[in-house]
């Protein structure tokens, strides 16, 4: 009697301690639901929000300038979408951290909060390849127009454009905290690099291969450096033209229709005194016509091929 008393008691203080488990997890469980709600709201209202604002600053004209537009051709969203995107789920991962937070210290937890403090920095980064891109794309063009004339133009803007890219990845990598131990000491060997070469190869063992390569470059370069400079010219006086049409009004010009052979067209500011000619009603002589000897004077018949009597060929067809 005394065991099964004993097992009655154990088997009672075990479900109230299951029931005391649920009537404390069933208000956390809502409170967490309260908060995603919430959070969820909050995060489609500033998705829409930063959407909307990006389209107005013309965001995506500054990708495209950057660009970025060959990259999302193939996407279905535009520059602006993805950014509101990662905008809704940045405000879904903290309204995550709080809600998980309602349950005390847990993993997810920890991991979220780990996420949440990376999230500006991912941002800081995008922004740091934005700007770079668009560096990178108006240096690529300047240089492309500075020296469209010269053969190595488009090298030289491609190099320039592929070196500020690269300053910008490593930048944006190294911000975000991605591959730090690899991307520092790329860049360096890339610089120690370039300037060894230049250094080593240009000033010591290489002078000879050096001197034959300089001279042909430079050869090149000051045969090409007038076609450059003319180039240039011809396209600031274009920039110039087209500022100044755009202020000044065009001239129409007045279309003058052509006259028929053999009759002129009276000129109304020139009148001429013609003795015996025909007056116009104001008193004013009207100008006469002049006609060639022929005109209004039948051929006689001819046998196709055959001269006249005087011997010479026919009149033309615009007098007879």
């Given at each position: 009697m005394a065991t099964s008393a004993l097992a009655a008691v154990d088997f009672g203080q075990g479900v109230s301690s299951a029931w005391s488990s649920v009537a404390t997890f069933v208000p956390k469980l809502l409170a967490f639901l309260v908060i995603l709600f919430i959070g969820w709201l909050i995060a489609?209202?500033?998705?829409k929000a930063v959407s909307m604002v990006?389209?107005?600053v013309g965001f995506n004209r500054l990708l495209e300038r950057g660009g970025f537009k060959q990259m999302l051709a193939r996407s279905q969203f535009d520059a602006s979408n993805i950014i509101s995107k990662?905008?809704?789920?940045?405000?879904l991962l903290i309204a995550l951290q709080f809600a998980f937070g309602v349950f005390g210290p847990n993993p997810v937890s920890s991991l979220l909060n780990d996420i949440v403090a990376w999230l500006p920095r991912a941002i800081?980064?995008?922004v740091i390849v934005v700007i770079a891109g668009a560096i990178a794309k108006a240096v690529k063009d300047l240089v492309a127009n500075a020296l469209g004339g010269v053969s190595y133009g488009k090298v030289l803007a491609t190099i320039a454009s592929v070196f500020i890219w690269g300053l910008g990845a490593i930048a944006a990598l190294n911000q975000i905290g991605v591959a730090t131990a690899v991307t520092l000491p790329v860049l360096i060997t890339v610089l120690a690099t370039v300037g060894g070469i230049a250094v080593v190869?240009?000033?010591?063992g290489l002078i000879k291969p050096m001197q034959q390569r300089w001279e042909t470059w430079l050869?090149?370069?000051?045969?090409?450096?007038?076609a450059a400079k003319a180039q240039a010219e011809?396209?600031?006086?274009?920039?110039?033209?087209?500022?100044?049409?755009g202020d000044v009004p065009t001239e129409q010009t007045t279309v003058h229709q052509p006259?028929?052979?053999?009759?002129?067209?009276?000129d109304p500011t020139r009148t001429q005194q013609a003795g015996g000619g025909m007056q116009t009603g104001g008193g004013m002589p009207a100008p006469q016509q002049q006609f060639p000897p022929n005109q209004g004077q039948v051929p006689p018949h001819q046998d196709p091929g055959q001269r006249p009597p005087g011997g010479s060929m026919p009149p033309p067809p615009e007098y007879r």
């Open positions: 489609k209202a500033l998705a990006l389209e107005k990662i905008v809704y789920y940045a405000i800081v980064a995008i190869g240009v000033g010591g050869g090149r370069a000051e045969a090409e450096i007038p011809a396209y600031q006086r274009g920039r110039e033209d087209a500022r100044r049409s006259v028929s052979a053999g009759h002129h067209a009276a």
